[in-house]
């Protein structure tokens, strides 16, 4: 006749926001399980972020096109971590834009901002010790930096016969077509180059600079790399 | 007095008759574990935050690796970067972003209630996904693998000296063949490092690409539920981590494409 005293329904409730816990109510019967009402972002501000993302990517493209253009008509070589640094700072904000508003951490609870920024500075940790490393690497020993046999020896390559991969392409190839069709093909295919202004058909290219090659260069030779000084000179940065 | 069946006691009872008229979403109720449904939301969320940090560092690897690379063997980077198409990676960027707002759009239609504009969006962001994934395949992967292009290809500019499949696949001599490592096949490379970039080039993008796919296939998944009526105002928690899931892809990607196509 009597059982468990009926709990007060969320008829206790109504006046209060369904977030606070009510003992008696512990599933939300009551309130049909209703939660606080979350910030909405509304299309407006979303239309407002997408253009401003697509004007920054629009922004990265002409920057690096502009670098290019600076290289071929004006003639200045712009060290390559400016293109990286540039880049790499718009990614940042564009990133940023995303995770603030499309992922809507703004509106979120802290603590997932506050993960997802531990999260890149361990990816920063990760990063910064690596480069420690690379960028100290001919301090001691001069042997360290260079390419010890630039492409490698080839051995335990079994299909190129021991030879370098890029060399046993070019010879394969080499063999296939002959000399003449060879020089053709290579012609046709490396004179749809990035080249601006002046021909720079014979340099070859540099972390600065992206050159198409016409002709042969001495880039397969066995000889050693140039080596860099430990500022980093002479590797073509 | 006989034992109440737990099934009529109305103390443990999580919803009212009248309420199994109504539509899933209204049903939902929340684990008992939680105390309420914005705290289960919260959870939710919080584990998917945790889980986007682990593919932040999958990623992460992704870079290291090309940061070493590129740090060793900068002319082999700049020479196969010449080698890509910057404006098929600012296609492809283009289409991502948008993507990101349709998703973001869908989330603020089930806030709203409005279930319609809600599916239109989420389909509209899954074929972004897969348009982002034929043009990486179509236009990028099958030319530079194989010299196979397509023949109606915007970006093709050489000439092409025979034809497969009625016309439709066209074939470029010495351009194909630009692949990682063993598999290396390109007569020109004038860096012997080539075979490196390559490798860096498409473990980074085939390892996104998996990713639109793998958030394709989440996005439909929520779409089809949502047609059934799961997600609504009061509860939309799958659609929010598959949006997460679909913002982290289109994030690695605003990162891969300066790095892999704009090195000048």
């Given at each position: 006749?009597s059982?468990?005293?009926?709990?007060?329904?969320?008829?206790?409730?109504?006046?209060t926001?369904a977030?606070?816990?009510?003992?008696l109510?512990p599933?939300?019967?009551?309130?049909h399980?209703?939660?606080?009402?979350?910030?909405?972002?509304v299309?407006f501000?979303?239309?407002?972020v997408?253009i401003?993302?697509?004007?920054?990517?629009?922004?990265?493209v002409?920057?690096?096109?502009?670098e290019?253009?600076?290289?071929?008509?004006?003639?200045?070589?712009l060290?390559?971590?400016?293109?990286?640094?540039?880049?790499?700072s718009i990614?940042?904000?564009?990133?940023?834009?995303?995770?603030a508003?499309f992922?809507?951490?703004?509106?979120d609870?802290?603590i997932?901002?506050?993960?997802?920024?531990?999260?890149f500075?361990?990816?920063?940790?990760?990063?910064?010790?690596?480069?420690?490393?690379?960028?100290?690497r001919?301090?001691?020993?001069?042997?360290?930096?260079?390419?010890?046999?630039?492409?490698g020896?080839g051995s335990?390559?079994?299909?190129?016969?021991?030879?370098?991969?890029?060399?046993?392409?070019?010879?394969?190839?080499?063999?296939?077509?002959?000399?003449?069709?060879?020089?053709?093909?290579?012609?046709?295919?490396?004179?749809?180059g990035?080249?601006?202004g002046?021909?720079?058909?014979?340099?070859?290219?540099?972390?600065?600079?992206?050159?198409?090659?016409?002709?042969?260069?001495?880039?397969?030779?066995?000889?050693?790399a140039?080596?860099?000084?430990?500022?980093g000179?002479?590797?073509?940065? | 007095?006989?034992?109440?069946d737990?099934g009529l006691?109305?103390?443990?009872?999580?919803r009212q008759?009248?309420?199994?008229?109504a539509?899933?979403?209204?049903?939902?109720?929340?684990?008992?574990?939680?105390?309420?449904?914005?705290?289960?939301?919260?959870g939710?969320k919080?584990?998917?935050?945790?889980?986007l940090?682990?593919?932040?560092?999958?990623?992460?690897?992704?870079?290291?690796?090309y940061?070493?690379?590129?740090?060793?063997?900068?002319?082999?980077?700049?020479?196969g970067?010449?080698?890509?198409d910057?404006?098929?990676?600012?296609i492809?960027?283009?289409?991502?972003?948008?993507s990101s707002y349709?998703?973001?759009?869908?989330?603020?239609?089930?806030?709203?209630?409005?279930q319609?504009?809600?599916?239109?969006?989420?389909?509209?962001t899954?074929?972004?996904?897969?348009?982002?994934?034929?043009l990486?395949?179509?236009?990028?992967?099958?030319?530079?693998?194989?010299?196979?292009?397509?023949?109606?290809?915007?970006?093709?500019?050489?000439?092409?000296?025979?034809?497969?499949?009625?016309?439709?696949?066209?074939?470029v001599?010495?351009?194909?063949?630009?692949?990682?490592?063993?598999?290396?096949?390109?007569p020109f490379?004038?860096?012997?490092?080539?075979?490196?970039?390559?490798?860096?080039?498409?473990?980074?993008?085939?390892?996104?690409?998996a990713?639109?796919?793998?958030?394709m296939?989440?996005?439909?998944?929520?779409?089809?539920?949502?047609?059934?009526?799961?997600?609504g105002p009061t509860?939309?928690?799958?659609?929010e981590i598959?949006?997460?899931?679909?913002?982290?892809?289109?994030?690695?990607?605003?990162?891969?494409f300066?790095?892999?196509?704009l090195?000048?």
């Amino acid at each position: 006749m009597s059982h468990a005293a009926t709990p007060a329904h969320g008829g206790s409730d109504h006046g209060t926001h369904a977030a606070a816990f009510n003992e008696l109510d512990p599933h939300g019967a009551g309130s049909h399980g209703q939660h606080e009402s979350h910030v909405i972002v509304v299309p407006f501000q979303l239309r407002t972020v997408l253009i401003i993302l697509l004007f920054f990517t629009a922004l990265t493209v002409g920057l690096a096109q502009a670098e290019v253009f600076i290289s071929g008509f004006l003639e200045i070589t712009l060290p390559w971590w400016v293109n990286v640094a540039v880049a790499m700072s718009i990614a940042v904000v564009k990133s940023v834009l995303v995770m603030a508003i499309f992922m809507q951490l703004r509106y979120d609870n802290p603590i997932n901002s506050i993960l997802m920024a531990f999260c890149f500075f361990a990816l920063f940790l990760f990063l910064f010790f690596s480069g420690l490393d690379l960028f100290s690497r001919g301090r001691i020993y001069d042997f360290k930096v260079a390419q010890v046999v630039p492409g490698g020896t080839g051995s335990g390559v079994t299909s190129t016969g021991g030879k370098p991969v890029v060399i046993a392409a070019h010879d394969r190839w080499m063999e296939a077509w002959g000399p003449e069709k060879f020089e053709r093909i290579k012609k046709d295919r490396k004179g749809h180059g990035h080249g601006y202004g002046k021909d720079h058909g014979q340099e070859a290219s540099s972390a600065n600079r992206s050159r198409p090659v016409v002709g042969a260069t001495g880039a397969l030779d066995t000889a050693a790399a140039p080596h860099a000084d430990e500022y980093g000179h002479g590797t073509g940065h | 007095m006989s034992t109440i069946d737990p099934g009529l006691d109305p103390t443990i009872r999580t919803r009212q008759p009248a309420d199994l008229a109504a539509p899933a979403w209204k049903r939902h109720a929340h684990g008992h574990h939680w105390r309420t449904q914005a705290e289960e939301f919260d959870g939710a969320k919080l584990g998917f935050w945790l889980f986007l940090t682990t593919e932040v560092l999958l990623f992460g690897g992704i870079f290291c690796a090309y940061f070493i690379f590129r740090t060793f063997y900068p002319a082999a980077f700049a020479e196969g970067s010449a080698a890509l198409d910057w404006r098929i990676g600012a296609i492809n960027t283009a289409v991502l972003l948008l993507s990101s707002y349709t998703m973001a759009c869908s989330i603020y239609c089930m806030q709203t209630n409005q279930q319609k504009r809600a599916q239109i969006n989420l389909w509209a962001t899954i074929a972004f996904g897969a348009v982002f994934v034929l043009l990486k395949f179509f236009l990028e992967y099958m030319p530079k693998w194989s010299g196979w292009f397509l023949a109606f290809d915007p970006f093709l500019h050489y000439e092409t000296t025979k034809s497969a499949y009625g016309g439709l696949l066209v074939y470029v001599e010495g351009y194909g063949g630009k692949r990682p490592g063993q598999l290396f096949d390109y007569p020109f490379a004038t860096d012997p490092n080539m075979p490196l970039w390559w490798s860096v080039y498409y473990s980074g993008t085939v390892i996104h690409a998996a990713h639109v796919l793998i958030g394709m296939v989440l996005i439909a998944r929520v779409a089809i539920k949502g047609l059934k009526g799961h997600y609504g105002p009061t509860y939309y928690t799958g659609v929010e981590i598959a949006g997460l899931y679909w913002h982290l892809v289109d994030l690695i990607w605003i990162f891969l494409f300066p790095l892999l196509y704009l090195i000048h």
